[in-house]
């Protein structure tokens, strides 16, 4: 029986006044059996004959749960150059420190640029707009990192990253997807952990 992929949409509260965050996870499960009978009873030369369907196994099910629930430390990469932060990227801030705070997790943030900081007039700003939206989410330690001028591509420095720290959880915006700087398919290809892509 073929895998189905289901979106499903998760609320994430980034403080006692801001609205959820939708965020847009893909499950593969099996389909509703339910479903399947409802399917099945629109066909009346079909005979209903009893018929084994696949289940998860207990094991995988556990894993995917605990994949889900055991957040220990989640990457932020930050791939625009806007010094005040685009609005993608502080929806995947605010989306992040929510998680971190729910899970007791640490929080890694690498900003990412082809060019050098020496080219980068206003990256000071930036980084203090980081700190800012990251303390405005409770966090005031976090580990930041800095790839910039490296001639390697975004993908593959977060796909890295994400391997060489152990993460747990990559959370971006779709916005890094649409202006090309992230090729999501090569993404979830190499990196070896969830990742959480937030719609604008």
Same mark, same amino acid.
């Given at each position: /029986?073929? &895998?189905?992929? =289901?979106?499903? %949409?998760?609320?994430?509260?980034?403080?006692?006044?801001?609205?959820?965050?939708?965020s847009?996870?893909?499950? +593969?499960? &099996?389909?509703p059996? #339910?479903?399947?009978?409802?399917n099945?009873?629109?066909?009346? +030369?079909?005979?209903?004959?009893?018929?084994?369907?696949?289940?998860?196994?207990?094991?995988?099910?556990?894993?995917?749960?605990?994949? &889900?629930?055991? &957040?220990?430390?989640?990457? #932020?990469?930050? %791939?625009?150059?806007?010094?005040?932060?685009?609005?993608?990227?502080?929806?995947?801030?605010? %989306?992040?420190?929510?998680?971190? $705070?729910? =899970?007791?997790a !640490?929080? %890694?943030?690498?900003?990412? !640029?082809?060019?050098? $900081?020496?080219?980068?007039?206003?990256?000071?700003?930036?980084?203090?707009?980081?700190?800012?939206?990251?303390?405005?989410?409770?966090?005031?330690?976090? $580990?930041?990192?800095?790839?910039?001028?490296?001639?390697?591509?975004?993908?593959?420095?977060?796909?890295?990253?994400?391997?060489?720290l152990? #993460?747990?959880?990559?959370? /971006?915006? /779709?916005?890094?997807?649409?202006?090309?700087?992230?090729?999501?398919?090569?993404?979830?290809?190499?990196?070896?952990?969830?990742?959480?892509?937030?719609?604008?």
């Amino acid at each position: /029986m073929a &895998f189905a992929h =289901y979106l499903v %949409t998760v609320p994430v509260h980034t403080s006692k006044h801001a609205k959820s965050l939708p965020s847009s996870l893909a499950f +593969t499960s &099996f389909p509703p059996l #339910l479903s399947i009978a409802r399917n099945l009873s629109n066909f009346p +030369t079909i005979r209903h004959k009893a018929k084994a369907v696949p289940q998860p196994q207990d094991s995988e099910v556990s894993l995917v749960a605990d994949a &889900f629930t055991h &957040f220990k430390h989640l990457l #932020l990469p930050i %791939t625009d150059r806007n010094p005040y932060l685009s609005e993608g990227t502080r929806q995947a801030a605010a %989306t992040t420190a929510a998680l971190a $705070k729910n =899970y007791g997790a !640490d929080i %890694t943030v690498v900003v990412i !640029d082809e060019k050098q $900081k020496e080219e980068l007039p206003e990256h000071g700003t930036q980084l203090s707009s980081i700190r800012w939206h990251f303390s405005q989410g409770g966090f005031k330690e976090f $580990k930041l990192l800095e790839r910039l001028g490296e001639g390697s591509k975004a993908t593959a420095i977060i796909a890295e990253v994400a391997d060489d720290l152990n #993460l747990d959880l990559v959370v /971006m915006s /779709m916005e890094a997807i649409r202006s090309k700087h992230v090729d999501a398919n090569l993404l979830v290809e190499f990196i070896p952990c969830p990742v959480l892509f937030l719609p604008l």
